[in-house]
């Protein structure tokens, strides 16, 4: 996984663009007088560059030396590279954490929870983007009933928001668009071959056979919103997976697909 961010590192930003400023906003208003902020699989620095102008003193922390190195373009030099289910730092040493979907690239997704909750001593704090219809979700559906793998958390952190109860969910934007699905799902296949996971091309046909079984058409109106999540470090550090997740799941194992925001 961490060889595709590290080959296309230099485009990663293209691909994705900067950072809504709406959701730097939320974050600014939501973190307050939290200044020292640990950015886990902050990559190129997408959201801690607009942060750090805010008066925020953010700390990368990533798996990719090239992704960190276009961070520090930007200038941003707190960068540390490791493994988030393992953070060489301090219990409670930053005031905030943030995550930005990064879970689902993590294998021991469960151990990053942990010590994201370990680290921070007053809050932890993420972006959702949540899209209706969403050609990822129907993507995931369709490998699953095509019985391919696909793990729980291939949602991200859409599906933490299910397991641990945020304090808070502020809305930062909604936006309504016509979309033609089809382009969005082999974009996602295109995307993830570039970041080394296997590509399903049969999957994304028979996606779209069910987008046109649905909705009649490819071309759908498509909701889109961003939100950001706030928690307690604590329960963080307490969570433990429901019984009924697999230990697959709670691995993270089988993980197909990559929607990485940063």
């Known amino acids: 996984m961490t060889r595709g ?5 230099t485009q990663f930003d293209g691909w994705r663009g900067p950072a809504k400023p709406e959701e730097i906003d939320a974050l600014h208003e939501i973190l307050g007088e939290s200044l020292t902020l ?20 953010p700390t990368i922390f990533d798996r990719s030396g090239p992704m960190m190195w276009e961070a520090r373009k930007k200038r941003l ?38 010590e994201m909750g ?45 397991m641990i109860r945020p304090k808070e969910v502020r809305t930062a934007w909604t936006t309504r668009t016509k979309v033609d699905l089809v382009e ?14 296997p590509r399903f091309p049969d999957v994304v046909q028979a996606a779209i056979a069910k987008v046109v079984e649905a909705y009649g058409s ?13 928690w307690d470090p604590a329960s963080f550090r307490s969570f433990t997976p429901s019984e009924n997740v697999s230990c697959s799941d709670r691995s993270g194992a089988g993980s197909s697909t990559s929607d990485r925001s940063r």
Do not use: C
């Open 184 to 197: 969005p799902m082999r974009r996602q296949e295109v995307q993830a071959g570039n970041l080394g996971e």
């Open 218 to 230: 490819t071309k759908v109106e498509q909701v889109e919103t961003g939100k950001v999540a706030l």
């Open 118 to 162: 370990r680290v921070g001593s007053d809050k932890v704090v993420a972006v959702i983007r949540e899209r209706e219809p969403d050609h990822r979700r129907i993507l995931l559906e369709t490998r699953a009933e095509m019985g391919m793998p696909t793990g729980l958390l291939d949602e991200g952190v859409r599906a933490l928001v299910k």
């Open 5 to 9: 961010f590290d080959l296309w590192a």
């Open 77 to 114: 030099d707190r960068l540390v590279r490791g493994d988030a289910s393992r953070l060489p730092m301090r219990d409670g040493s930053f005031d905030a954490v943030l995550f930005v979907e990064m879970l689902h690239l993590v294998p021991d997704w469960v151990g990053a929870v942990h």
């Open 38 to 57: 640990l950015d886990v699989g902050g990559g190129t620095g997408r959201y801690a560059d607009p942060l750090a102008r805010l008066g925020h003193h």
